[in-house]
Every structure is written in C-alpha cells, then in structure tokens.
C-alpha cells in the first residue's frame, strides 16, 4: 500500500526516444562518437554538433539540441561505428558524404585539441565512406590549419 503511496509522489523522467537509423541521426550520432572518443564531451563540441545540425537542417538552435539528444541516444544503442558510417554510405551522395567527413573534423577541433583517439573515429568513419587516405588528408587540411594536439604539437 505504502509504495503505491510512494509511487505518487516520483517525478516522471523523461527520456528521449530511439531516432530511426536514419542518415542525418547515424551522422549526428558519429559527430557525437567523435566528441566522447576522448572520454570528455565538452561543451564547445556539443555547440559545434548542434550548429551543424541545425545549419544541415534548417533547425532553431532548441530543436537542433533536441535532434542531437536523440542521436546521443542512437550512438548509445548502435555500438559498431562502422554501421553507422554503412548508413551515410549507403544514402548520401558522395560529395556530401565529404562536407559530412570535414564536419567530424570541426567536431574534433572543437575544442581547441587534436586527439589521436577522436582522429580513429573520424579515420574508421572515412575508411567506410569511402575517402581514400589522400582524399581524406586533403579535406582535413581545411580544417587543421595551426591547431594543436593534446602533446602540444
């Protein structure tokens, strides 16, 4: 009797559905991949993903936080980094599959650093899109110009 008494009184908790796999939530879901390789989602990243999502699909900056909130929950539920990349492979054309490979840079540099295990993830994800090294190395020289790594190299 006492703890459907209890019951009453807990707050509800929301949580936020599974997206479908689709290729825009595997791709924010992979930004998000990439900002926790580190161990640390950090705030700058987090800003960096919402204003891609948003800009990529005309959101206000609430509904792009709320676009990521789901594909956090998408990268939670599909463990293999590989099939979300198999997504965008598979339903992106392929100089868009590019904007999306430099858009995973943006998100790695978001927070002033280069780390080698956020550059895995990125390195895993091209390998799968279909970025050649060459290719790859290119479109990330867009991005790098004078940024540090975490050895402060």
């Known amino acids: 009797m006492f703890e459907r008494l209890f019951e009453l009184f807990k707050p509800e908790v ?3 559905p599974l997206p479908e796999a689709d290729a825009e939530h595997a791709f924010g879901a ?3 991949r990439v900002a926790k390789a580190d161990h640390a989602l950090l705030y700058q990243e987090l800003e960096r993903i919402d204003y891609i999502l948003a800009e990529r699909n005309n959101l206000s900056a609430l509904e792009a936080a709320k676009f990521r909130a789901s594909c956090e929950k998408l990268e939670e539920a599909m463990p293999s980094t590989r099939e979300l990349s198999e ?4 339903e992106v054309p392929e100089t868009d599959r590019e904007q999306m490979f430099i858009a995973l840079w943006e998100v790695l540099l978001a927070d002033g650093l280069r780390d080698k295990r956020e550059e895995v993830v990125v390195d895993r994800v091209a390998t799968v899109l279909g970025i050649g090294a060459n290719r790859a190395t290119t479109l990330a020289a867009n991005v790098l110009p004078g940024m540090p790594n975490k050895e402060g190299t």
């Open 14 to 16: 929301y949580e936020t």
């Open 30 to 32: 992979l930004m998000v």
């Open 87 to 90: 997504i965008l492979m598979a």
